[in-house]
């Protein structure tokens, strides 16, 4: 027996849900009609028609007839909006859960070479962090270590999961390099010129890390247990692994990227990018696609325009270079990355046209991943992770979440917050 949703009891339905536990796998087929489809690649589609079944999206048209439906659950979700589930790339979602208390702090490891660390290994599915980014459409992350020159690397998950194991897409899928600066800023606790100036340690840090690499390429075949440093970085160099550069001056990425292609690394991913624009030739050069810093940030030279932090990202696109979103930057990793669509609304209102905004953390954040062959658009063929909201999601003011799905999963969208938020309205009510 077939049946009818109406958009509005959904909301009502996942009130009622109060736990994080993870939804079941998807046992009836569902069509999703009228909903405002974003598509992810900058397409649109009005009044759509979206179906999926067994977790995996079979149907993406304006044109159906409802008479011969052959779904089991329709919704109607005319005059809301469709979207692709948000990609957040360089999170440390469940590695932290408190930054003051240290044994919740899993994101940083002792050590300066640390390419064997696995994030995913200390990856917290239950933490409160990781339930509070679906009601913004946050339903994939990058799970990525900190710390260090090389801090470890980075899997990719789902964010409605009992444990690693069930929440991982991608199992250490990059290694990450945070490039040293060649500058630093004076001491003035001890006297010195607040002022930048050249770090005299620069040269000693940038050959230690090329002396790192030479040794890791002499014995990453090495089959010896003790050798683990050495095989974990075996990925970059065979290609089959992508090496994220952690870098923001012009000189840090340019010296960093000439690095990495002199040693014959093809897949390689620019981070921070704050001074990316000036590079744009360099960049398309060498095809390096950029996460760039969400744009809340103040410029690094005290001379250039506040708003030239909003215009970098179309000036990027514009030239042709694949860019998705890097949420820290503030300080607050968790509260940044729950952000992350109204960054990318941000880069909207400065140039880029709105879907090329979403594309940025969607369908460009999976390209970057390599998971766009099953993530990143609503297409058939691709898993049915996407959402629907009740206005724009890339608006502070009409982001608002009524259904959202991980493969095909109906997932909850209750969070810590959102019981407190029940509790206290029930208090001041009366």
């Known amino acids: ?4 949703l109406i958009i509005g009891t959904l ?6 849900i109060a736990q994080q536990t993870p939804a079941k796998d998807q046992s009836k087929s569902v069509l999703i009609v009228g909903a405002t489809a974003h598509i992810g690649d900058g397409s649109v589609i009005e009044k759509s028609f979206i179906g999926f079944e067994n977790g995996i999206i079979n149907l993406v048209t ?8 052959n779904y089991d659950t329709i919704i109607n979700a005319s005059g809301k909006h469709l979207y ?6 360089n999170s440390n979602l469940g590695l932290v859960e408190v930054n003051s208390v240290k044994a919740s702090v899993d994101d940083d490891e002792s050590g300066d070479f640390l390419p064997n660390v696995r994030s995913i290994i200390a990856y917290n599915a239950e933490s409160k962090g990781v339930e509070s980014m679906r009601p ?3 339903l994939l992350a990058q799970i990525t270590p900190n710390g260090g020159i090389i801090p470890g690397s980075s899997s990719v998950v789902q964010l409605d999961a009992w444990n690693w194991e069930d929440a991982a897409i991608s199992f250490d899928e990059g290694i990450h390099l945070n490039w040293p600066s060649p500058y630093s800023f004076g001491r003035w606790w001890l006297g010195e010129d607040r002022g930048l100036k050249v770090n005299p340690n620069y040269v000693n840090q940038t050959r230690k890390i090329e002396e790192f690499f030479e040794k890791s390429k002499a014995t990453m075949n090495i089959n010896l247990s003790m050798n683990l440093k050495s095989k974990a970085m075996k990925g970059i160099f065979n290609g089959d692994k992508t090496i994220y550069l952690h870098a923001d001056d012009e000189k840090e990425i340019i010296d960093g990227i000439s690095f990495l292609k002199k040693n014959n690394i093809s897949k390689i991913v620019l981070v921070g990018g704050t001074g990316s624009d000036s590079l744009i030739s360099f960049l398309k050069e060498n095809n390096i696609p950029v996460i760039l810093t969400q744009p809340y940030r ?20 514009k030239n042709g270079i694949l860019v998705s979103i890097n949420p820290n930057g503030t300080g607050q990793e968790r509260v940044a990355t729950r952000n992350l669509p109204f960054y990318a609304g941000s880069f909207s209102s400065y140039g880029l046209d709105k879907e090329e905004a979403l594309s940025l953390i969607t369908l460009n954040a999976a390209k970057i991943l390599d998971l766009d062959h099953k993530l990143g658009s609503i297409e058939v063929g691709k898993d049915a992770t996407l959402f629907i909201s009740d206005g724009d999601a890339l608006d502070i003011m009409t982001n608002n979440l009524l259904k959202a799905y991980i493969s095909g999963r109906s997932i909850s969208l209750q969070t810590h917050q959102t019981k407190l938020w029940k509790r206290y309205s ?3 009510s009366n």
């Open 1 to 4: 027996m077939k049946k009818l």
């Open 11 to 16: 909301l009502v339905a996942n009130s009622l």
């Open 62 to 69: 304006s044109e159906y007839e409802l008479d011969k439906n």
């Open 84 to 89: 692709p589930g948000f990609i957040a790339l």
């Open 136 to 138: 913004n459409g946050i």
């Open 298 to 317: 103040l410029p690094l030279e005290a001379d250039t325009d506040p708003r030239d932090t909003y215009k970098i990202a179309n000036k990027l696109v």
């Open 426 to 428: 029930n208090k001041f």
